[in-house]
Structure formats: structure tokens, C-alpha cells
């Protein structure tokens, strides 16, 4: 779900087709008298943010929120960060853009960081529909943060780093090889495994590299 | 449902329009627009500024693309890459009127290449023309002007294919490669048929297509564009590349070949290549970072800075293709990029 958040003020000067456009089973219009403390979004939910352009910059044009900052310039929230094709801001926390920092503080208390993003729009149906489309690409997307191998490959690239008494090179090969296993078969546990079955006993680092080359051999053959 | 760019699709593709100021007047630009009534432009000082910015998601950005348009400064002509094949010509040379393509395929260079996924157009082709016609003074020219992009698939946009056209239709000594993967050929119909202009269609399986060539047409669309180019009396490349080394390799592109000859008439070809995959080292390791995926994470072999299949599986690549190949096309109509040792 994509929660496409904004004050009601805000909301109000949205073209009624658009809030209609965005009522369906992926997308949700939540206005921020909405978010209260019970509000308990699941972790695959995103928010997006939307907020008038503040004074000086350009009314046509669209910004992604990047970092926060308080008069002094110092970061508020500096891992406020998502992709996105719009150009950059930097929003300097002072009066105009009061409600921006309102509201993600009070989405912050819901979504982490790299599901939350926040763009300044204009109430201009074609750019909010663009910002839409943008967000609901980026909601389907994993966190960017999020490694590609799961809890049991990093277990098994755990496991295979002290078998193969692996140095740091050998660590980030192996590590390669299991994402490529990853994408590649259906069940890289059991490839490895039937790798290791036929794996003769490791016991030094020189060994190690011999089997390595084995098990890039046979990863590229699997 | 699978959806392939389609000319009405590109053309409600761009959801935003940025335009450098330096691009502001030109008349491509106002050409370009008039194109896409349904976007809402945006001028920015340097088009840099929105195409390398730090932090940006490519593969997130390939989905909804921004179309930018800019001035190009100097080099326009540039020597073509080791990487690529040069088709015996003295003078390959290629040259960047866009950067960045419609379609998504997951093995492209482009992802290694460049910052961001939006789409970018210079808008100055008369600069870039003047520089050929100056080289051409000099020695003939091979010039393969949709290497970075698809200008094919860009045509109902930019209407630049008919420029050059225009131009090789002038200038002789000049030979133009326009590499595709769009079956779409209502573009391609409008162009004067030249024997200096070589549309070369990228061809792969469909299995191939399917995982890893998103946004592109099946093959079978590709070959009834390969068909009308061919029946127009037009040149025409086939271009099996690149090869990937897939489960059931020896199958999916034995079945392929006989699929494609069964379709196209080999005498009526110009030539055809063929090659595996191979990407610079500093493009994978930036591919491995926005896109991991089995074709960034294969376990390749680096030579002199290039990653590709080991020795032992291009061989047994390209003697496939080798092999079924020549039962079509005789040898003097077919160029291997040989793996580099």
C-alpha cells in the first residue's frame, strides 16, 4: 500500500480527480489529522508526502525532499533520502515550510526512512500525477538498503567463508558467487550443497582457493 | 501482461520534460515538444544537473523515465570501443546524438555507463553533422549512430533517423549503422532507401527476451521488421548479440537460428555478427551496484579489463553459433567478436 499523504489544507487544493484517481486498493489518500498514534502501517507500506513548493522556488516544478535542515544548517533528518528522477532540494527548516517538518515528523513515527518520501508539488494535476506514478515505482521496489541475500544465504556465505579459511578477497567473491545463485536457481542452500557433498576436506587457505575455483566452475556450469 | 515501448506508449512515456536553458530556443527543441503535447517542461541551467546527479536510482528511474534535452559540446565523433565490432571498417567511429534507451535490458552497458535511467537528447545534430561532413574530407566514414541509444525506437520523438538519413542521402563517403531492437517500422517505412544507411536488428531468443530484454518486442516482431526492411530493398545487419550463456544454451540458440533463417532470406541479409556477452570492468561493478541480478553477479572472467565468459565457454558459444550460422550465411557475410585474451 502507498499511503499519499498530506495536510488537508494541502489536499484541498488538489484537483478532485486526482484524490479520486488514487482511491484504490494500492493507494490510499491519508490526511494528517489522520496519522495518529494508533496508525499501524505494515512494513511493506511506503508514505508519500506531499507539500505546497515553498516561496523561491520554481512553482511548475517538482522536488524531491533530500535532507532537513534547521537555520543553522545543520542536518534534521540527513538519512531522508529516496530515489527519484526530480531535481533535489534541500529544505531549510524555517516558517514556510512548517508543515513539511509537521508532517514528517508525524510519519516518521511510522515509516522508516527509505519508505517514506517527501516531495514538494504544485497542485498541478499533470505534475502530481507524475510524482504518483514516480512513488508507486518506488513503493513496488525493495529498500534500497535491503541485501540482496536473505538471513540463510548470509548464514551459508558465513559458513562457506570459514570453510574455505577465506580471506577478505575470497570473502567478496564468495559473496558475489551467492548473489548470483540467488537470482539464478531456485534453492542456492541445496546447489551449495550438493557442491559441498563432493568438496574434498579443506584445511588451509591454499586449499581454500582451489576449492573456491572449483565452486566458481561450477556455479557458472549450474 | 508483458508490454513492449510501443510509439503512442513512448510518446506518454515521458512524464517530465527537462530542458537546458543553452536548448531552450533551438528548433529540435521546439520539434521535440510538439511531439509530446501531454508533458509539462522544465528548463534547467545544465542539463548535468538533473542527468549525474548523486544518488540517483537508475532502475527506478527506467520506469518512469525524464526525458532531458541538451546541448552537446565537443568531441561528436568517437573511436569505436574494443568491445564492439568494427565489421572490418578502417574508419568505425560512433557518435551520441541520445544517451539512454527506452527499452531495459538487463545486460545493457548503458546501466554501467551512465548515473541516471532518464533519457537524453542533444538537440544540436547540426553541430555533430558538420563534424562528419568535415571528417568526410578527409577519409570515408563508418559512423554507428545508435549505439547508446535506440534511435529507432526514439524516431517518433525526435525524427532524427530522417535527418541522417537526409544526410547519407548527400554524402557518399558516409556509411551509417543504426543498431534496433524496435520492431516498430512505420519510422523506418517513411526513410529514403539508401545503400549507405544499415539498419542492424538486434535478434534473441524469445526465452532471452523474455528474462532479461524488458520493454522490447518478441522476436517474432522483430523478424516481420526485419522482413518489410528487407522487402524495401533496404541493408539490412542481423545482430546476434550479445550471446548469454543460459541453461539449455546449446538448445534455446540452435532452435533460435533455424527460427530465424526459417523466416528470413539469408541472400537478402547484408551481413550478420555475432559476439558474447563482455562489459568493461568499471560498467560491471557500477551494474552489480544498481542492478544485481544473474547477469551482473555471472561468474565471469576479467582480461585486459574486460569481463566476459571464460575461454572454454566462448568457445563453445560461438562454435555453436559458428555452425549453424554457416549452413545460412557464407563466411564472408558473418563477423565474431572473438573474446579478448
Redesign the interface.
Known sequence: MLYVCAASETLSRFPADFIQLNRDSQTDVLTLENVTPDFRPSPSDAALLLAPVPAGM?E???FRV?RLTDAGGRDRYPDL?T??????AVLHYGPETAETVALYERLASHFPPERLQVYLCPG?A??L??VL??AE??VS?PA?AEP?LNASEQALLTSLCGQFYASDAMKEELE??L??LH??CADPTETVSRFMKDCPPVRNRKEGKACLASF??Y??LT | MRHSVNTAALRKSF??VYIEEAALSHDKTARILSNLP???P???KDYK??FN?P???A???K????LILAVKKPPYLYAGAPVCQSFGEAHFTYTSCAMNCPYDCEYCYLQGMYP???VVLYVNTEDIFAEVRRVLKEHPLYLCISFDTDLTALEPVTGYLKDWAGLAAEEPGLTLEVRTKCASYDSVAVLPVLRNMIFAYTLSPDAVIRAFEHRTPSLERRLAAVKQAIHDGRQVRLCFDPML?IPDFAEVYGTFFDQVFSEIDAEAIRDASVGTFRIGADYLKRM?KVR???IS???YTLSDGVYQ??PA?NTTMLRLAREKLLAYLPSDKLFFWEEMT
Open positions: 520554481p511548475k516544478a517538482c533530500v533520502l530515489a527519484s528522477s526530480f531535481p533535489d498541478d499533470e505534475i500525477k507524475a506514478s514516480e515505482a518506488f521496489l534500497s540482496v558475489r558467487l548473489i548470483y537470482f539464478h566458481r566452475e556455479c557458472s | 512524464s517530465r501531454d508533458v509539462t522544465v528548463t534547467v544537473h538533473v546527479r544518488g540517483q536510482n532502475a527506478l528511474q520506469q518512469a523515465p525524464a541516471s535511467g532518464d550463456h552489480r544485481p541480478s544473474e553477479y555471472y561468474p565468459y571464460s565457454e
